[in-house]
C-alpha cells in the first residue's frame, strides 16, 4: 500500500513539475518571442495611432514585416479583411477546419474597398454557430497610413474598448514599408493578464501568417 502511494505521489510531483516549467517556458521564453514578432524593440515601445482607445492595457502585443512596396499597395488589401470579403489572409485551410469557409483572394475587389469607420470586420461568417459574431469594428482609418479597430461583436460597437486591432503603415524613404500590427487590451487581473498571453498563441499564429499574406500580396501582385 505504502509503494502505491508514494509511487502516486511520484507521479503527481512529476506532473505539477513538467506543468510548472512548462509554463515558466512559456512566459519567459516562448511570450517574448512571440508578444513582439518582427517588431524592432523601439517599435514595441513607440506610441502609436490607437493607443489611446485602451487607457491602462495590461496586455500587449507588436508584430511587424518589412513590405518590398509603398503603402498604396499595402491599404487595399487592409480594406478587405473580413471572412466575408476579401479573406482574412493567413491559413485558410486550418480556419476551414472549423467551418469558417474562408477563401481568402490574391486580387483586390472594387465593392470591398469601401471599408469605412463603424463598419464591422467578421471573423467568422454571418450563420456560424456563435450566438454573438466576433469581429473587429473600425474606429478610425487614416488613409495609407492606418486603420484602427476595436474587438467586440455583431451586435454592436462596444461601449467601452477592451482590447484593440491597429495596422500601421510605416513607409521608408527606400520604398520600403514597415507594416505593423498591435492590440492593447484591458485584463483587469494578473491572472486575466496571465490567460490572455498564454490564449495569444493561436492568435500569433494566425497573426503572423496574416501579415505574411498580405506581405505576399502587396509585393507579387499589383492593387487594383
Excluded at 505504502?2 to 511570450?31: D, E, M, N, P
Excluded at 472549423?98 to 481568402?104: E, I, K, Q, T, Y
Excluded at 486575466?192 to 499564429?205: N, Q, T
Amino acid at each position: 500500500m505504502k509503494s502505491r502511494a508514494a509511487g502516486g505521489c511520484g507521479c503527481l510531483l512529476a506532473i505539477i513539475v513538467f506543468f510548472v516549467t512548462t509554463l515558466a517556458v512559456y512566459f519567459y521564453v516562448i511570450w517574448p518571442a512571440i508578444a513582439n514578432w518582427g517588431a524592432t524593440g523601439v517599435e514595441a515601445s513607440a506610441g502609436l495611432p490607437g493607443d489611446h482607445a485602451v487607457a491602462s492595457p495590461d496586455l500587449r502585443t507588436t508584430r511587424a514585416v518589412t513590405v518590398r512596396a509603398g503603402p498604396d499597395r499595402i491599404w487595399p488589401w487592409l480594406m478587405e479583411l473580413g471572412v466575408d470579403r476579401g479573406g482574412m489572409y493567413s491559413y485558410d485551410w486550418l480556419e476551414n477546419l472549423a467551418g469558417l469557409n474562408v477563401h481568402s483572394t490574391w486580387r483586390t475587389t472594387p465593392e470591398w474597398q469601401s471599408l469605412r469607420v463603424g463598419d464591422f470586420i467578421r471573423f467568422t461568417p454571418p450563420d456560424y454557430f456563435l450566438p454573438n459574431d466576433p469581429g473587429v469594428w473600425v474606429t478610425g482609418l487614416n488613409f495609407e497610413r492606418a486603420m484602427l479597430g476595436c474587438l467586440g461583436n455583431g451586435a454592436g460597437p462596444p461601449e467601452k474598448c477592451v482590447r484593440t486591432w491597429q495596422f500601421i503603415l510605416q513607409p521608408n524613404k527606400d520604398g520600403l514599408t514597415r507594416l505593423m500590427v498591435r492590440t492593447n487590451a484591458q485584463t483587469g487581473s494578473t491572472l486575466g493578464a496571465a490567460l490572455g498571453k498564454l490564449f495569444e498563441l493561436p492568435v500569433f499564429i494566425m497573426e503572423r501568417r496574416m501579415l505574411l499574406g498580405i506581405k505576399q500580396r502587396a509585393e507579387a501582385v499589383p492593387a487594383r
